[in-house]
Nanobody, 112 residues
Framework: QVHLVESGGGLVQAGGSLRLSCAAS????????MGWYRQAPGKERELVAV???????NYEESPRGRFTISRDNAKNMLYLQMNSLKPEDTAVYFC??????WGQGTQVTVSS
């Protein structure tokens, strides 16, 4: 089973940018779809974006146009570039792949 470890979170002012990374413990080349979820305090975990091996990307409405998901199968990495961050983007962000356990996530805090 592949294990996923997120990094890159932090504290940023509104309008700023962060790049999240997700390192997989094994090959992701056979994993068709991967994605990012987030969970804000007191709220349920929600999907942010997904990407397939063929490069198809889909975003939830809130981050669309501001976030970019990408993957590097050669490095077994998944990324989330987040621009124009808003306070409502504050959450713990989790990397996801089918059949894998949730990792610790990485905290993103956006101050107003």
């Amino acid at each position: 089973q592949v294990h996923l470890v997120e990094s890159g979170g932090g504290l940023v002012q509104a309008g700023g940018s962060l790049r999240l990374s997700c390192a997989a413990s094994g090959s992701i080349s056979s994993i068709s779809t991967m994605g990012w979820y987030r969970q804000a305090p007191g709220k349920e975990r929600e999907l942010v974006a997904v990407i397939t091996n063929g490069g198809y990307k889909n975003y939830e409405e809130s981050p669309r146009g501001r976030f970019t998901i990408s993957r590097d199968n050669a490095k077994n990495m998944l990324y989330l570039q987040m621009n124009s961050l808003k306070p409502e983007d504050t959450a713990v962000y989790f990397c996801w792949a089918p059949g894998t356990a949730w990792g610790q996530g990485t905290q993103v805090t956006v101050s107003s």
